[in-house]
């Protein structure tokens, strides 16, 4: 009987300490899956941030030739739509996306099949007459929007210090502008054109503050709404012809050369052909380049349609006074996002409109090309790129209204681009210079339907003089 009695105590005691020690045990057993957990969601996580640092390191020239795109001029276009028309033209952003980045797509291909910029293909395959109209129409209507550029810049940093004079700054950005380009290294370069791109945010920045009748611009971004009075015809020619544009067509091939120079391929021969993995990355910075394009003309007409249009405010001439505009109606905040933006995205698009004009011409003539070259082994071409860029700057003396060549360089644009689009079809179409990368049916369909497009608005944007 004491026998049973001091078993079953010790029993009770046995079980008592497994009961305490799993007490105890509890809360470490938790830090443990806690532990466990955390490193799951760890791996996932650095998962997560390894996509998107892969991702970002794909993003080159198709990102840099997107953002670009939404220069200062592109910028007053986009504001004049809004402020004159309100949510009409939103449809537009969505319509010229695809087709943008098709073109693009193809410019690229060209420059990593072949190992050669645009205008260096050209001269190969078609008349010099060809290349030399090209080179002198792309290099007359970037100089144009060039010397727009840098006014909206200088107009918009004196909004930010009104107590500093307009000419220090033009003359300022216009130094800034050449030595970045001349003395600064391809590599560090190409990273400051990349990481500047951000700047491009504050444009969604200011649409959210300004507040938004999100129901119109989802019906006005899928149904198109097209007038045929002058006024309309020409502003629908000004947003393409500001949206697909040349420059756009030679720097985004020539980069594509300039990075492989970069990986080490100094020579024709070595950059020659491509493969699956090049082009994959390629066309994932493409499109991204040009969404990003699009997505900001989308927000930049939002903001002028819903702080300037709905306030009575309908002619904006430049992008310097969309931003004076918007500081009484959407306070100091937006007016300082927009005003910024003008500042950085012109630090981003005079490069790429003299780089382009470079490329095109010193290529046209055989002569030595290349940001990754030293000044001295490419006088040619980085005279070029200085002396558009001065030109540029004086044409401001003259006191023309930007916005007046904004309108010249959106019309020579719209002649020279047909032109090219052609050229660059019939390139990528070749499957003697593409190879295997040869244009897609689909694809070299949609490039002409761009340039029956383009055409089109080079006819539209004459007739609106008449």
Partial sequence: MVSDISFKLKLMASDTEKAVEKVFEAPAQALEKSVEV??????????????????????????????????????????????????QFLWMALFTFPLQAVVQEMCARIGLVTGRGLAGNIRSYFPKWVMYLCAGLLLFANTLNIGADLGAMAQATQLVLPNFSFWL?????????????????????????????????????????????????????????????????????????????????????????????????????????????????????VWSGMFVSNLVMFFIIIAGAAALNANGITNIQTSAQAAEALKPIAGNFAFLLFALGIIGT????????????????????????????????????????????????LLNTFR???????????????????????????????????????????VSGIGWLVVVVMALAGIGAIYSFL
């Avoid at 091939?253 to 990355?281: C, F, H, M, P, W």
């Avoid at 011409?361 to 001295?376: F, H, P, T």
């Fill in 38 to 87: 955390g490193q799951q969601v760890g791996k996932a996580f650095k998962k997560q941030e390894d996509l998107v640092g892969n991702y970002w390191k794909n993003l080159g020239p198709g990102l840099v030739t997107g953002a670009a795109d939404d220069d200062p001029s592109g910028i007053a276009t986009y504001s004049q739509a809004g402020a004159r028309y309100g949510y």
């Fill in 169 to 285: 700054f033009l003359v300022g950005f216009t130094v800034i502008s050449i030595l970045l380009q001349v003395f600064v290294t391809y590599e560090k370069y190409a990273k400051y054109l990349k990481y500047l791109t951000f700047v491009l945010l504050s444009y969604v920045a200011v649409a959210f503050v300004v507040g938004v009748d999100w129901a119109v611009v989802l019906k006005h971004t899928f149904l198109p709404s097209i007038g045929f009075g002058k006024e309309e015809l020409f502003m629908i020619c000004a947003i393409l012809g500001t949206t697909i544009s040349p420059y756009l067509f030679f720097w985004q091939t020539s980069q594509e050369v300039e990075e492989q120079i970069l990986e080490g391929k100094t020579n024709l021969a070595a950059r020659r052909g491509t493969d699956e993995v090049q082009v994959k990355k390629m066309r994932i910075d």
């Fill in 346 to 393: 012109g630090l981003l698009a005079v490069p790429v409109l003299a780089g382009s004009g470079a490329y095109a011409v010193a290529e046209s003539m055989g002569w030595r090309i290349g940001l990754y070259r030293k000044l001295k082994s490419a006088y040619a071409f980085y005279g070029v790129i200085i002396i558009s860029i001065i030109i540029g700057a």
């Fill in 400 to 442: 023309i209204d930007p916005i007046k060549m904004l309108i010249f360089s959106s019309v020579v644009n719209g002649m020279v681009a047909p032109v090219v689009l052609v050229l660059i079809v019939l390139l990528s179409s070749n499957r003697k210079l593409m190879g295997e990368w040869v244009n897609k049916k689909i």
